[in-house]
């Protein structure tokens, strides 16, 4: 008996899957199903990375979990699944913790819909999907937004007359799981860093920087939705909302226009004209490319000011995320010229991908740590349905 915990991470065309077992970190197997839709892809591997074999109709996401299901299922014969986590983008002003899946639950999750109308309801739609397809497992949501929940009112709000705080329009924050993570992660190799003034800079296709202390979060560049802040792979990130009244008023255009234009058509690949891909733009060596960089990396330095205000001084920065993880080179451009707040990193570490790169005599501790969302979630299913943590 293969007794095991899907996670399940749904996107607006694509599904992520892991398949952990009921006791231990390393996932038996993975999967993507990407482009969900006429032109959908599968591809599902053991933990040994041969590929899992499977098919099924990848033009909805329902066929998509149906195809995933089937290939597990054929390829670990006695499966047996004890809990099914997901992640959710938003659980709203007073989640702060994972939430077990009842009906209540799912019509709460429904009335925010409107808060991130771009993700939540296929985050939705992937926890039906599965109820349907696992009637009697237990289902357990983690919210992108819990981590943030409790922190500081100034760094919650924005200062708009008090009843649109009251109707939710607030500062929520996002990239949580990663960021209950990374703070898991420094209080179990490095305690004392965790007590101090962490700030962890989440670089991604979604990018967002978050200050810490003890494991609690004090500020995130995300606010309202997951545009706000640092300039992302095709997200704006901070822009002056009269450029938005400018767009509507004088330019006619509509909501989805702009949605289309601030989610889809900014960032990196607004900016460069070329690509929303970090290894495409440091490749390409345009002007255009360029300056996309000097864009994000100037961004992600006045937001590592910014924290460092909210937190009253860095003790540590920790870089995560495909950009954070694996280029070099825009953790050294972002480390430049940052001496003032105690950072220095030792190039030969940098380039080595190593798990700390600041020199030795820097003030600010600077550290890689490879993120894990899914783990995150398979342990909140675990310990909704009582199993007991993983000792590996
Ligand atoms: P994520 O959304 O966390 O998967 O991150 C995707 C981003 O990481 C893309 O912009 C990639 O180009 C970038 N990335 C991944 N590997 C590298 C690398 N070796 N150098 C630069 N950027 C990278």
Same mark, same amino acid.
């Not at 939430?99 to 939540?120: G, I, K, W």
């Not at 989610?263 to 290894?279: A, F, P, Q, T, V």
């Not at 870089?319 to 190039?347: K, Q, V, Y």
């Given at each position: 008996?293969?007794?095991?915990?899907?996670?399940?991470?749904?996107?607006?065309?694509?599904?992520?899957?892991? /398949?952990?077992?009921?006791?231990?970190?390393?996932?038996?197997?993975? @999967?993507? &199903? %990407? +482009?969900?839709? #006429?032109?959908? !892809?599968?591809?599902?591997?053991?933990?040994?990375?041969?590929?899992?074999?499977?098919?099924?109709?990848?033009?909805?996401?329902?066929?998509?979990?149906?195809?995933?299901?089937?290939?597990?299922?054929?390829?670990?014969?006695? /499966?047996?699944?004890?809990?099914?986590?997901?992640?959710?983008?938003? @659980?709203? &002003? %007073? +989640?702060?913790? #994972?939430?077990? !899946?009842?009906?209540?639950?799912?019509?709460?999750?429904?009335?925010?819909?409107?808060?991130?109308?771009?993700?939540?309801?296929?985050?939705?739609?992937?926890?039906?999907?599965?109820?349907?397809?696992?009637?009697?497992?237990?289902?357990?949501?983690?919210?992108?937004?819990?981590?943030?929940?409790?922190?500081?009112?100034?760094?919650?709000?924005?200062?708009?007359?008090?009843?649109?705080?009251?109707?939710?329009?607030?500062?929520?924050?996002?990239?949580?799981?990663?960021?209950?993570?990374?703070?898991?992660?420094?209080?179990?190799?490095?305690?004392?860093?965790?007590?101090?003034?962490?700030?962890?800079?989440?670089?991604?296709?979604?990018?967002?920087?978050?200050?810490?202390?003890?494991?609690?979060?004090?500020?995130?560049?995300?606010?309202?939705?997951?545009?706000?802040?640092?300039?992302?792979?095709?997200?704006?990130?901070?822009?002056?909302?009269?450029?938005?009244?400018?767009?509507?008023?004088?330019?006619?255009?509509?909501?989805?226009?702009?949605?289309?234009?601030?989610?889809?058509?900014?960032?990196?690949?607004?900016?460069?004209?070329?690509?929303?891909?970090?290894?495409?733009?440091?490749?390409?060596?345009?002007?255009?490319?360029?300056?996309?960089?000097?864009?994000?990396?100037?961004?992600?330095?006045?937001?590592?000011?910014?924290?460092?205000?909210?937190?009253?001084?860095?003790?540590?920065?920790?870089?995560?995320?495909?950009?954070?993880?694996?280029?070099?080179?825009?953790?050294?451009?972002?480390?430049?010229?940052?001496?003032?707040?105690?950072?220095?990193?030792?190039?030969?570490?940098?380039?080595?991908?190593?798990?700390?790169?600041?020199?030795?005599?820097?003030?600010?501790?600077?550290?890689?740590?490879?993120?894990?969302?899914?783990?995150?979630?398979?342990?909140?299913?675990?310990?909704?349905?009582?199993?007991?943590?993983?000792?590996?």
């Amino acid at each position: 008996m293969t007794r095991a915990v899907l996670t399940l991470n749904a996107g607006s065309s694509s599904l992520k899957v892991s /398949l952990f077992p009921e006791n231990g970190e390393t996932p038996l197997a993975t @999967g993507l &199903a %990407d +482009r969900i839709g #006429p032109e959908g !892809v599968l591809k599902l591997k053991d933990a040994s990375g041969t590929p899992i074999e499977t098919t099924g109709d990848l033009t909805n996401h329902a066929g998509a979990m149906a195809a995933v299901i089937d290939g597990f299922r054929a390829h670990f014969s006695d /499966l047996d699944l004890v809990a099914i986590g997901h992640r959710v983008v938003h @659980g709203g &002003a %007073d +989640r702060d913790a #994972p939430a077990t !899946v009842t009906d209540d639950l799912l019509a709460d999750l429904e009335r925010l819909s409107p808060f991130a109308p771009l993700h939540q309801p296929h985050n939705l739609a992937g926890i039906r999907a599965a109820m349907a397809a696992f009637p009697g497992v237990p289902q357990v949501t983690c919210f992108d937004t819990a981590f943030h929940r409790n922190q500081p009112f100034v760094n919650d709000t924005f200062a708009l007359p008090r009843e649109m705080y009251a109707e939710g329009v607030r500062r929520y924050g996002f990239h949580g799981l990663s960021y209950d993570y990374i703070a898991g992660e420094l209080a179990r190799t490095a305690p004392q860093l965790a007590e101090g003034r962490v700030v962890v800079a989440h670089l991604g296709n979604g990018a967002s920087m978050c200050g810490i202390t003890n494991g609690r979060s004090i500020s995130s560049t995300m606010g309202f939705s997951a545009l706000d802040g640092l300039p992302m792979g095709t997200r704006c990130g901070q822009v002056d909302p009269g450029v938005l009244l400018y767009l509507m008023d004088q330019k006619g255009m509509t909501a989805t226009e702009i949605s289309d234009l601030l989610y889809k058509k900014s960032g990196l690949l607004g900016l460069s004209g070329l690509s929303n891909d970090m290894r495409t733009l440091e490749a390409a060596g345009t002007p255009e490319a360029m300056q996309a960089i000097d864009y994000f990396v100037f961004r992600c330095q006045r937001e590592l000011g910014a924290m460092a205000a909210a937190l009253s001084g860095i003790d540590a920065v920790v870089f995560c995320g495909g950009i954070g993880e694996n280029s070099r080179l825009i953790r050294a451009r972002i480390c430049e010229r940052l001496d003032w707040m105690g950072i220095e990193i030792d190039h030969a570490r940098n380039a080595a991908n190593e798990r700390v790169i600041s020199s030795d005599i820097a003030r600010t501790t600077v550290m890689v740590i490879p993120t894990n969302e899914e783990l995150v979630i398979a342990r909140a299913a675990r310990a909704a349905v009582g199993l007991q943590e993983a000792a590996e």
